[in-house]
């Protein structure tokens, strides 16, 4: 059989042939071959992802327009399809925006904004919209309404071929909301995930605690009100941060900007950029762009007359009288300018500023021109002083930065190397970049180790480099333009290390809107019947130049399940992710925590704990690094990770205590019931014994046990009731006595009448050993039922 390539002939035939089948395709089309992308891969799924677009959808428009959120959304059988019904009270949407919201994939109003946000794409609901049309071959069918305007209906699917709406219906009609948004898809699909589901929708009214969701599918129906009337706090949009930025985007950046300068660039374009930072930014660039010049021991007294030779050398026709004083001056220093002498050290640009200050100051005084000829004679014939011991000044570096344990003369043929390349490149004026110091270094060390045996490891290296480059100085050559840098990939490449390697502040957290610790816990009691919360929200960090902030939550006891593993929800932006737990960084994270240490059952000592107990984690950030366009799991990255495992740490410390305390009660309880079984018997015999009235049970537990004793005493109408704190620990109560008859004002208590009984509540906080008493009186047939609160029933004990 003849093959392709024979059948068209030469490789020109094949070229012009592979050429004509060419053709772009839409995202659209792209997304019709590839929905399992998007979470559209089963039936079971695609209901739960569908559900999951239109409530994120709904929850957005809601928070931005400032309107606490009331969704409805209804799961029907239709034939051989669902339909999926989703209402909200949002804004509304234009006439106009409606079908490119709804039928064009990726058109939005988030991707270029950096703020939190539950969706960013633009793909959600349209491919929601596209996977109901593939399926039932049925448009999707659109109401909304804005305020003070008609509701406007839509029938509408997607053109895969120009990923552009096909409306087949569109109309004003009438709707009873003042405005929102109704979306209905009829798709295929199946109920197999009907838990996911109700997972979906229980954890999005956790981290959505403002917001009111009704819930209806063939079996079963749930509403779940909102717990607070706070909405999330509003976001800003903030700039790129300089530490985010990659090579491609600082290049199109520099291309685009209006900025001339390097620093009005980074001002104008970065957050967090202020005139300060720019220069310490700028300076790092003319380090890696320019190199740092050496700065070297300078002359001392004892070298005096080597720098008046050699400015005496340089120097010509200027008269034995200017050219002393122009020497002195150089030495010695002018009004403004340290002089060599003056100084420790010394580089170029020093060298260049001390001989212009003296020219200035000697053709004052003496009448003589110092022009610039001259004055690069006398820096050229100075600066060969100077670095005359060149050697000797990186031999007490060296020495200073190495091991004592090296061999003298190794260290000296070590610093005699490294200063040779300085030799070499004083063309540069003593300038050297970074990496060419290193690379001159290790050649010194490789060098040093073939001729003297001596190794200097790389932490010798290291060091030696260190100390070197802090030495040296940063010049003050004029950076290159905007325009240059953009140019050159090289220099940006340059300009970027330099502002990844600055420190710079975190970017600001006005873009985020965590839930707050306070309503990641409202959350919880919301939804889940416990007896112990804990709820923490970190500090912001940044990955990737994107700030992002975590929150952990606990729940634990009371109706939770006792066996299996712990229930552990995932959030990202407030939206609940259902699939894929086991690619979750989250989920890594409770994994690898040592949960025994916080009293939580772990076999193994490693995976996800056993226990009544909920564990809740949300990533808040501009940019949360999905592992998939499907967003179901947080990618492996160790800053969130990090960030993660100290925000549930955080919550499961209190965790621990409570349960410390839980089992200490336990213990004093079981203690207590012994006790309060011998007691009694105990006291029986003694008065048996002595003949004595029998001991008073309560009083006597009271004191072995160290609780505190409420006791009521009554005589000829008077009642009182006293506290007596056996503890070694200060007790603040909450006493309440209910009475069957009117005490009138008791001095010190509140009195309350309701329903024909009296509450005397009265809240002493009594010390260690001391005792405090509450007094009235009522009549004799008066009865009487106490409370107390404030404190552990284990601690207390009650004689009234």
Not at 67 to 88: F, K, N, Q, S
Not at 330 to 346: A, E, I, K, S, Y
Not at 739 to 757: H, I, K, Q
Request: aromatic share 6%; hydrophobic share 40%; net charge negative.
């Amino acid at each position: 059989m003849p093959s392709y390539q024979s059948e068209l002939g030469d490789g020109e035939a094949i070229a012009d042939e592979l050429a004509r089948s060419q053709r772009s395709i839409s995202i659209a089309e792209f997304f019709e071959k590839n929905k399992h992308m998007l979470g559209f891969d089963s039936g079971a799924r695609a209901l739960v992802t569908a559900v999951k677009e239109a409530v994120d959808n709904a929850l957005d428009a809601a928070e931005e327009a400032g309107i606490l959120p009331d969704i409805y959304v209804e799961i029907e059988e239709a034939g051989d399809y669902y339909r999926l019904v989703v209402e909200d009270n949002g804004p509304g949407i234009t006439k106009e925006q409606i079908p490119k919201v709804f039928g064009k994939l990726l058109y939005g109003s988030r991707f270029h904004k950096r703020e939190q946000n539950r969706g960013q794409q633009g793909i959600g609901i349209s491919a929601a919209v596209l996977y109901s049309q593939l399926t039932s071959g049925k448009p999707a069918r659109i109401t909304s309404k804005t305020e003070g305007r008609d509701a406007q209906y839509f029938e509408l699917i997607v053109d895969t071929d120009t990923n552009e709406p096909e409306i087949d219906v569109e109309r004003e009609t009438v709707w009873e909301r003042p405005h929102g948004t109704r979306i209905e898809l009829e798709m295929e699909g199946n109920m197999r995930a009907r838990q996911q589901l109700h997972d979906y929708v229980k954890y999005t009214a956790v981290v959505n605690p403002h917001a009111r969701i009704e819930f209806h599918e063939p079996k079963e129906s749930l509403k779940f009100e909102r717990a607070t009337d706070q909405l999330p706090a509003e976001t800003e949009e903030i700039r790129p941060h300089p530490h985010g930025v990659e090579l491609g985007t600082l290049l199109k950046m520099l291309d685009s900007t209006d900025s001339y300068s390097l620093s009005g660039f980074l001002q104008e374009e970065f957050t967090r950029v202020g005139g300060k930072t720019a220069r310490k930014v700028i300076d790092r660039f003319r380090d890696r762009h320019f190199g740092r010049e050496m700065a070297w021991r300078a002359p001392d007294a004892r070298r005096r007359e080597a720098v008046v030779e050699a400015i005496d050398d340089a120097v010509s026709n200027k008269g034995a009288d200017a050219t002393t004083a122009f020497a002195d001056s150089v030495l010695d220093g002018t009004g403004d300018v340290d002089g060599l002498l003056d100084r420790d050290h010394v580089a170029y640009t020093d060298l260049e500023r001390i001989v212009a200050a003296a020219a200035e100051e000697t053709e004052t005084a003496t009448d003589r021109r110092f022009g610039s000829t001259v004055r690069e004679n006398a820096v050229d014939a100075v600066w060969s002083v100077v670095t005359e011991e060149r050697q000797s000044d990186i031999y007490a570096l060296v020495d200073e930065v190495t091991t004592k344990r090296k061999d003298d003369a190794a260290v000296e043929a070590f610093a005699r190397r490294i200063a040779s390349k300085f030799d070499d490149a004083d063309g540069d004026r003593g300038r050297v970049t970074r990496a060419a110091l290193v690379d001159w270094v290790a050649w010194a060390a490789d060098r040093t180790k073939e001729r003297e045996d001596e190794s200097f490891g790389e932490t010798s290296r290291e060091n030696v480099v260190a100390a070197i480059w802090e030495r040296a100085r940063t010049v003050e050559d004029t950076p290159p333009k905007v325009g240059e840098v953009a140019a050159d990939r090289d220099t940006a490449a340059e300009f970027l290390e330099a502002m990844r390697e600055t420190d710079i502040l975190a970017p600001p957290t006005d873009c985020l809107a965590p839930i707050t610790a306070d309503l990641v816990e409202a959350g919880l009691r919301k939804e889940y019947d416990a007896d112990f919360y804990a709820a923490s929200t970190r500090d912001a960090e940044v990955h990737g130049g994107d700030p992002f902030i975590v929150e952990a939550g606990i729940a634990y006891g009371g109706d939770l399940p006792a066996e299996g593993s712990v229930e552990i929800l995932r959030f990202a932006n407030r939206v609940p992710l259902v699939y894929q737990r086991g690619a979750c960084a989250t989920v890594d994270v409770v994994k690898r925590i040592n949960w025994r240490n916080y009293n939580l059952d772990q076999p193994g000592g490693s995976g996800i704990p056993n226990g009544p107990a909920v564990l809740m984690i949300h990533v808040a950030s501009t940019n949360v690094p999905f592992t998939s366009e499907s967003k179901d799991a947080v990618a492996n990255v160790p800053a969130i990770e990090d960030e993660v495992e100290l925000a549930l740490r955080e919550a499961a410390r209190e965790l621990k205590s409570y349960l410390n305390k839980k089992r200490s009660l336990e213990q004093r309880r079981r203690k207590q019931n012994v006790i309060a079984e011998l007691l009694p018997e105990m006291a029986r015999k003694v008065s048996e014994v002595t003949g004595r009235e029998p001991l008073n049970v309560e009083d006597s537990l009271a004191r072995i046990m160290n609780n505190v004793l409420v006791e009521r005493r009554r005589e000829n109408g008077s009642v009182k009731l006293v506290v007596s704190n056996h503890d070694d620990t200060n007790a603040a109560l909450e006493v309440t006595d209910i009475l069957s008859a009117d005490p009138g004002d008791v001095e010190g208590a509140r009195v309350v009448e309701m329903d024909g009984e009296w509450f005397v509540k009265w809240s002493p906080e009594v010390a260690s050993g001391e005792e405090a008493v509450l007094e009235y009186r009522v009549p004799d047939d008066t009865a009487f039922d106490v409370s107390v609160e404030g404190i552990e029933g284990e601690r207390v004990t009650i004689d009234a």
